[in-house]
């Protein structure tokens, strides 16, 4: 972690218009932004309560990480949700004897998925938990003691960031918001699959990676991407 990325990353979260963002859009933009600014990891995702009012991975870079949640989820278990719980990082540098008696749902996806070490950081809205920002890497100890620092104050700035988006949002309460970010993933999913049936050799990593370059190249949301894909309207300025 440089200097400048430290910087850049701080800087991107407290740029954020609260009257031009919601919710969702705001914890997409962090995930994002973390993910610049630790380039150890390879994908973030977001633990948070569904509309279901259980945990879910709402939030993510990249389709591996609700698969790999999804493992936690079910056993009750893993670094995400004990991030969440005790509002403090959790670090997996390894994942050894003690880490797989721990989470061992969680180490076994992690695996499944070339996944070889995590850091778990608690998301806060005032004084309570409300989820966990969690980073991804394929290297074990991929995550330095500046990682965990910027991850840190990251964590501290996110919170700033939420409680000021979330008071000018006062006709919405937080499941509704994040019930929008499931509802553009359910999008996304369409999208991928329109992608996949024009191309039988395309996996869905594949499909999702060509979302995401589009979202990039056009500097577009990548959920409205998905949507013009699954509603057949043409990118702007083509016939």
Known sequence: MSDDSYTNALAALTAFQVTETTVGDTLHRIAEVTLEAVPAASVAGMSMLGEDEQPTTAIYTDEDSPEIDAAQYREGKGPCLDAWRTQE???????????????PGFVAACLEHGIASTLSLPMVSGDTGIGALNLYSPKPDAFSDADQLLGRNLAAATSVVLANVSAYWTAFDLSENLNQALQSRAVIEQAKGILMAGSRNMTADEAFDLLRKASQRENVKLNEIARRIVERRPPPNRP
């Open 89 to 103: 990082p959790v670090l997996l540098a390894e994942f050894d004897d003690e880490a797989t008696a721990a989470y």
